[in-house]
């Protein structure tokens, strides 16, 4: 059964860059039938993606948020990350790691982690 | 950029009806829609895919209908575990990834 697990802290002042890993367990992050992506969902609110990256390292970013975001990939550690610079309150949120299904005609996002909150507060 | 607009923003229901929310999209996606449920805490369940396919382990009293710009989901009797909120996402162009506002299923 394949797992997604988000890391990192939940407390980050403005200004300052927040970072998250997803680690995937149960099943490779090398593979070509998906993309690896993060949704947010400030408390009370719908839901917002950030970003996604495939498997050979190509990038998608929201444009909202594209100058602030770099997702990246470690596939020796089955892992991939996000990094969100010059944070304010409005960043605050639950950030969900994700796996989207790259199959024509899908496009589904069928495995979600747990979620994690993360503060921007001085 | 895609826009999905969903309604109602919220409804309230009994257990035992039938209920359907609805999805436009501001421009024609074929059948590229998915649908989600959350629950409170929780992170978003995929329901239904490819406008009408059911996920792995869905109830079947979910469906979903439509092509083009306009999509339903249906709920044909509502259980007490079915209040939650829904989203749908289109899936034509993606990355990236746009959702609907979401519809929040309240007890009547």
């Known amino acids: 059964q394949l797992q997604l697990q988000e890391s990192g802290p939940g407390l980050v002042k403005p200004s300052e860059t927040l970072s998250l890993t997803c680690t995937v367990s149960?099943?490779?992050?090398?593979?070509?039938?998906?993309?690896w992506g993060w949704i947010r969902q400030p408390p009370g609110k719908g839901l917002e993606w950030i970003g996604s990256?495939?498997?050979?390292?190509?990038?998608y970013y929201n444009p909202s948020l594209k100058s602030r975001v770099t997702i990246s990939v470690d596939t020796s550690k089955n892992q991939f990350s996000l990094k969100l610079s010059s944070v304010t309150a409005a960043d605050t949120a639950v950030y969900y790691c994700?796996?989207?299904?790259?199959?024509?005609?899908?496009?589904?996002?069928?495995?979600w982690g747990q979620g994690t909150l993360v503060t921007v507060s001085s | 950029d895609i826009q999905m607009t969903q309604s109602p923003s919220s409804r309230s229901a009994s257990v035992g009806d039938r209920v359907t929310i609805t999805c436009r999209a501001s421009?024609?996606?074929?059948?590229?829609l998915n649908w989600y449920q959350q629950k409170p805490g929780k992170a978003p369940k995929l329901l239904i895919y490819?406008?009408?396919s059911l996920q792995s382990g869905v109830p079947s009293r979910f469906s979903g209908s439509g092509s083009g710009t306009d999509f339903t989901l249906t709920i044909s009797s509502l259980q007490s575990e079915d209040f939650a909120t829904y989203y749908c996402?289109?899936?034509?162009?993606?990355?990236?990834?746009?959702f609907g506002q979401g519809t929040r299923l309240e007890i009547k």
């Open positions: 149960g099943g490779s992050i090398s593979s070509s039938s998906y993309y």
């Open positions: 990256i495939y498997y050979s390292g190509s990038t």
């Open positions: 994700a796996r989207q299904t790259a199959v024509p005609g899908h496009g589904g996002i069928d495995y």
């Open positions: 996402q289109q899936s034509y162009t993606t990355p990236p990834i746009t």
């Open positions: 421009q024609s996606i074929s059948r590229f």
């Open positions: 490819a406008a009408s």
